[in-house]
């Protein structure tokens, strides 16, 4: 029987998907595995029973990666499971900047009376301007990045697009009518609006600054549903000054941004769905049903994907290591030494880790071959 723990409310169609092999405890010293959603994770112990964490939703800052990888405890994420509900909201920002409807709204609900009048008197005040022709980038064309590019063609804008890791698949997603820039620099000139869809990390931390904003047309829309360490708040509110910015739509509201008329703040609804906390609930259940049955890995952030498909022979071992030279010689060694004849297997390295995974047609004795495994470098042996 495996325990899972869940560290916030996760949507029940989710957690439905356990099977009757799964229990959800309240002591999460108990577990095998953890789903989380926002709970900080950083000052936490770890029981030795933790195997696995998943995120449900795509960002992991409240999860200490680097502490879960010497512990061998695999942590996955649900890339793009939350995508659509963050389009919907990009495009609906978007638009709202572009009617002024934050601001015509809130005026109206000062009326108070001769109201139809009033409203045909002063409803020039909020004239505003059609998308239709307008041109926007995409900074970061992953499962979010695409949906919103090609969302935006769909409404009749001129759509470019940035993004120097783009993967085959997303390409491939990617309306042929996007145009691509190879660089940034290249891009911000073009835009009247610029929207961010790239993952927090110290080669992201304020890439939107001074110097990035200098090279913007003057009245440009900026929108921020990715992280808020992404832009640098005082260089944009310089911009708002300056007439840069027109509008700032972000995700993610401060005290300096909530007192300034051009900002539009939205308090972090992006994944915030129905729909998207089931989809991202029901694909943690399964990542991490099919680690703890199988030993395979898929959207972990800091192990690699690793498969080796159904375990059907008499015992399947899952290897987690350094990457380091020589270890995959190392286990199969110390397996042969054993007299363990190996039916399949599979190794896969990302950075300083590695994933090794060992089909075997054997008896096997498991606590003899944890401790003959049990040497410099291999960080975690799991028989199943």
């Given at each position: 029987?495996?325990?899972?723990?869940?560290?916030?409310?996760?949507?029940?169609?989710?957690?439905?998907?356990?099977?009757?092999?799964?229990?959800?405890?309240?002591?999460?010293?108990?577990?095998?595995?953890i789903i989380v959603r926002?709970?900080?994770?950083?000052?936490?112990?770890?029981?030795?029973?933790?195997?696995?964490?998943?995120?449900?939703?795509?960002?992991?800052?409240?999860?200490?990666?680097?502490?879960?990888?010497?512990?061998?405890?695999?942590?996955?994420?649900?890339?793009?499971?939350?995508?659509?509900?963050?389009?919907?909201?990009?495009?609906?920002?978007?638009?709202?900047?572009?009617?002024?409807?934050?601001?015509?709204?809130?005026?109206?609900?000062?009326?108070?009376?001769?109201?139809?009048?009033?409203?045909?008197?002063?409803?020039?005040?909020?004239?505003?301007?059609?998308?239709?022709?307008?041109?926007?980038?995409?900074?970061?064309?992953?499962?979010?990045?695409?949906?919103?590019?090609?969302?935006?063609?769909?409404?009749?804008?001129?759509?470019?697009?940035?993004?120097?890791?783009?993967?085959?698949?997303?390409?491939?997603?990617?309306?042929?009518?996007?145009?691509?820039?190879?660089?940034?620099?290249?891009?911000?000139?073009?835009?009247?609006?610029?929207?961010?869809?790239?993952?927090?990390?110290?080669?992201?931390?304020?890439?939107?600054?001074?110097?990035?904003?200098?090279?913007?047309?003057?009245?440009?829309?900026?929108?921020?549903?990715?992280?808020?360490?992404?832009?640098?708040?005082?260089?944009?509110?310089?911009?708002?000054?300056?007439?840069?910015?027109?509008?700032?739509?972000?995700?993610?509201?401060?005290?300096?941004?909530?007192?300034?008329?051009?900002?539009?703040?939205?308090?972090?609804?992006?994944?915030?769905t129905y729909e998207s906390?089931?989809?991202?609930?029901?694909?943690?259940?399964?990542?991490?049903?099919?680690?703890?049955?199988?030993?395979?890995?898929?959207?972990?952030?800091?192990?690699?994907?690793?498969?080796?498909?159904?375990?059907?022979?008499?015992?399947?071992?899952?290897?987690?290591?350094?990457?380091?030279?020589?270890?995959?010689?190392?286990?199969?060694?110390?397996?042969?030494?054993?007299?363990?004849?190996?039916?399949?297997?599979?190794?896969?390295?990302?950075?300083?880790?590695?994933?090794?995974?060992?089909?075997?047609?054997?008896?096997?004795?498991?606590?003899?071959?944890?401790?003959?495994?049990?040497?410099?470098?291999?960080?975690?042996?799991?028989?199943?």
């Amino acid at each position: 029987m495996y325990k899972i723990a869940k560290l916030n409310h996760i949507s029940p169609k989710g957690l439905a998907c356990f099977t009757d092999e799964y229990e959800i405890v309240e002591d999460i010293n108990e577990a095998h595995a953890i789903i989380v959603r926002s709970h900080d994770m950083k000052s936490m112990d770890f029981s030795p029973n933790l195997l696995a964490i998943a995120r449900a939703g795509a960002g992991v800052n409240n999860i200490p990666i680097e502490k879960c990888s010497e512990n061998g405890i695999v942590v996955f994420n649900t890339p793009g499971a939350n995508a659509n509900a963050v389009k919907e909201l990009v495009l609906t920002g978007l638009l709202m900047s572009a009617r002024n409807l934050t601001s015509a709204i809130a005026w109206t609900k000062t009326l108070t009376t001769d109201i139809p009048k009033t409203v045909e008197k002063n409803k020039s005040k909020f004239s505003g301007h059609e998308i239709k022709g307008k041109t926007l980038g995409v900074i970061g064309l992953g499962s979010i990045g695409v949906l919103v590019a090609n969302a935006a063609e769909c409404l009749g804008m001129k759509v470019l697009g940035y993004d120097p890791f783009l993967s085959i698949e997303h390409a491939h997603a990617l309306s042929s009518n996007v145009e691509l820039h190879e660089t940034l620099d290249s891009l911000l000139p073009l835009c009247d609006y610029v929207t961010i869809h790239v993952p927090f990390m110290e080669a992201t931390k304020e890439m939107i600054n001074k110097e990035r904003l200098l090279k913007m047309k003057k009245d440009v829309c900026l929108l921020n549903f990715s992280r808020d360490q992404i832009v640098k708040e005082d260089d944009v509110l310089i911009a708002i000054d300056k007439g840069i910015i027109r509008t700032y739509v972000t995700d993610f509201p401060s005290e300096r941004y909530l007192d300034n008329e051009q900002v539009i703040c939205i308090p972090h609804l992006g994944a915030s769905t129905y729909e998207s906390e089931v989809n991202c609930a029901m694909m943690a259940t399964e990542e991490l049903m099919d680690f703890l049955e199988n030993g395979n890995i898929k959207n972990s952030v800091n192990f690699p994907t690793c498969n080796l498909g159904l375990c059907t022979t008499k015992a399947r071992l899952v290897v987690l290591n350094k990457n380091v030279p020589a270890m995959l010689g190392k286990i199969t060694g110390i397996l042969a030494d054993k007299n363990v004849n190996i039916s399949d297997l599979v190794n896969r390295s990302k950075g300083d880790y590695a994933v090794t995974l060992v089909d075997v047609d054997s008896d096997i004795d498991e606590e003899e071959i944890k401790e003959a495994l049990n040497v410099e470098g291999i960080i975690s042996v799991r028989v199943i």
